[in-house]
């Protein structure tokens, strides 16, 4: 179908400053080209212009809790894990106006959004590209589909990169979802580094994914490339910080409401909300309409988080009053409930959660604890079941 | 204009910073003017009207006798009493006098320590009277106070989180200090600055005193990791917001 371009499936290696040329394409085509780039001492998501803004020859190193950027010995442009952002701030932003209103005399005017911008994504990893797979779900299917969203997410591009790291706090082997990417991008990049070798091999995943690879010098791949490229990513499968045991997880955590645990962890707990924040799949959201002086009116929706205690808000009070409640919620939501609700496990295995919480709960230790003790529990009667 | 809501602007003991911050709207003053008659605002215009007031703005705290009756009077002409700022929230710094003796801190000041009559300690506007609604923050932030202004005049609950400063961080993209190595308390911190201490770098100072449910011990023992000795710890709980029992409590659980 693909007249003036490359057919899905396609595999083809571009050298190092081709990954400045496919920057330069997407923005000829309109994108807005967000990519990984280094800030205050991390690598975050941001507008690129070039190669020269990608985050070339450094690493980050991350345990729960903890996380620093250092210099690698190559001059990789992808050899890190993911950050403290997510591909979620662009599709799902955190602040949204939904629309505004101008009152003159007695009559009121509504101003629609236009949300017209078009995002390519340069550096989405498998868990990522697994994330707004999970929001996809969330946002345009049912009865009720999120209209901005789906007009965003229609209007992506999304260029995934296969992950030569691991990070210390990752887990997507566990989860299923990486650390190769599978479906869902338009092109993916593995970058193969060896000796004064620094290419990549890309892989056409859609008609305009293969026309934009049409447009940049290349090469076909090799089996020698394809061979290097898994080589990549199975080392990498093998490195994973963190696991997570999935086996009947879904059942352990609704049959385990009362485990002491849930005080354990409610003991260190900030409930300040930067897990739900992080996550790449959390989505919920609080609607909150503002009037100004002058006449003017708007209605806001911002991240909302299931630790607030606004969030379990109805009539008489909160529901969920302490830490404990909010962190059971939260936990059985993402790894059981979510399962029950959409199809799938609402964690991908990127390790946010993990590394960006300032006191370091670690949610596949406080699985794993739960496993380790659940027998425990029933037997002292405080297991529902 | 009959319809008219009338504003009143009091200063108990406080640094007037909060006040100013009305008159920093700047952009917004003449709306807001336009919106209210500003009926008794000393700090602004020497026009000064009798009340009974519509709302009244308050800001600092109780550290005499004289003004624990004072604030009884505003509370009587005001319909609606919010307090702006840490001082008149939660005692403000002058509530360090709490943890000592008041006595000591006058004589050291002061060449004639017989001329000052005052409170052993400084206390909210809550100890005091019914309060409506509480603005933090040292000082507050002009944003929250004109979204309370607009809310007011349209009969609507103020769009104020009580989450922490870390959701105002998440918002901005800020990259969180605390899991790079420097000691935070946005984590039981009420929101409303803007995240503006992490934008740049630094650990938050708590100005808007403790959030909804503070979980100040784990933050404490996490400070204790990063390096902070018990009495950064101590200090750091003790500044603007220092007599908010969250914070009071957590301060005194750290010697010197």
């Given at each position: 179908m693909a007249q003036d371009g490359l057919s899905v499936g396609v595999k083809a290696v571009i050298g190092r400053e081709e990954i400045g040329a496919l920057i330069a394409a997407l923005s000829a085509r309109g994108w807005r080209v967000l990519g990984p780039r280094v800030r205050d001492g991390a690598i975050i998501y941001d507008d690129v212009a070039g190669l020269d803004d990608l985050p070339a020859g450094w690493t980050d190193t991350q345990e729960a809790g903890r996380y620093r950027i250092e210099r690698r010995t190559d001059a990789a442009l992808f050899g890190y894990a993911v950050g403290p952002h997510s591909w979620k701030r662009f599709l799902h932003p955190p602040v949204e106006r939904l629309w505004q209103a101008r009152r003159e005399g007695d009559k009121v005017t509504i101003i629609a959004e236009k949300n017209d911008e078009k995002f390519a994504f340069l550096g989405v990893r498998a868990c990522e590209l697994a994330a707004i797979m999970v929001q996809d779900r969330v946002f345009m299917e049912g009865p009720y589909p999120d209209t901005a969203y789906r007009k965003r997410r229609e209007n992506t591009f999304l260029i995934a990169v296969n992950c030569g790291e691991a990070g210390g706090t990752c887990f997507c082997v566990s989860m299923k979802t990486g650390p190769k990417a599978q479906a869902g991008f338009d092109l993916a990049l593995t970058e193969l580094i060896e000796g004064e070798r620094h290419e990549f091999l890309v892989e056409v995943g859609s008609e305009a994914g293969g026309a934009v690879l049409a447009d940049l010098p290349r090469r076909p791949a090799a089996p020698e490339d394809i061979a290097a490229a898994e080589a990549v990513t199975a080392r990498t499968a093998n490195a994973m910080g963190r696991t997570l045991e999935t086996e009947g997880l879904k059942e352990l955590l609704q049959g385990n409401p009362e485990h002491p645990r849930w005080d354990d962890v409610a003991q260190r707990c900030l409930a300040c909300a930067n897990c739900t924040m992080v996550c790449p799949t959390c989505f919920c959201t609080t609607i909150a309409d503002v009037s100004a002086l002058d006449g003017t009116a708007e209605r806001v929706r911002k991240w909302d988080s299931c630790f607030s205690l606004d969030f379990s808000y109805i009539h008489g009070g909160s529901v969920r009053k302490e830490t404990k409640s909010r962190y059971r919620q939260w936990m059985t939501h993402k790894l059981a409930h979510w399962i029950d609700q959409f199809g799938t496990s609402g964690c991908v295995g990127c390790g946010r959660c993990i590394t960006w919480c300032p006191v370091g709960i670690d949610i596949t230790e406080e699985a794993a604890s739960i496993r380790a003790d659940s027998g425990k529990c029933q037997e002292g009667g405080n297991g529902r079941a | 204009m009959a319809g008219k809501k009338r504003l009143a602007v009091w200063k108990f003991a406080s640094c007037d910073g909060c006040q100013l911050s009305l008159l920093d709207c700047e952009d917004e003053l003449l709306a807001v003017a336009e919106a209210v008659e500003i009926a008794y605002f000393p700090e602004a215009s020497s026009r000064m009207a009798k009340g009974p007031y519509d709302l009244s703005l308050v800001e600092g705290s109780i550290t005499t006798e004289h003004d624990a009756l004072r604030i009884r009077k505003v509370r009587r002409q005001s319909k609606f009493l919010v307090t702006i700022g840490a001082c008149a929230t939660a005692g403000g710094i002058q509530s360090l006098r709490n943890f000592a003796d008041v006595a000591e801190f006058v004589a050291a000041v002061y060449a004639s320590p017989h001329y000052i009559k005052t409170l052993a300690t400084s206390t909210p506007i809550s100890d005091h009277v019914k309060v409506d609604f509480e603005l933090r923050g040292c000082p507050i932030n002009k944003t929250q106070l004109l979204e309370l202004l607009s809310a007011f005049l349209a009969g609507r609950k103020p769009?104020?989180?009580?989450?922490?400063v870390c959701t105002e961080c998440k918002q901005r993209g800020n990259i969180c200090v605390m899991v790079q190595g420097i000691p935070c308390l946005g984590p039981v911190t009420h929101a409303g600055c803007g995240a503006l201490c992490p934008a740049c770098r630094r650990g938050c100072y708590g100005c808007f005193g403790p959030t909804e449910n503070p979980n100040t011990a784990a933050l404490a023992a996490e400070w204790q990791k990063l390096g902070a000795a018990p009495r950064d710890i101590r200090r750091a709980f003790r500044t603007f917001n220092a007599a908010a029992p969250a914070f009071r409590t957590e301060s005194e659980a750290h010697g010197e």
């Open positions: - | 769009v104020i989180s009580a989450d922490s």
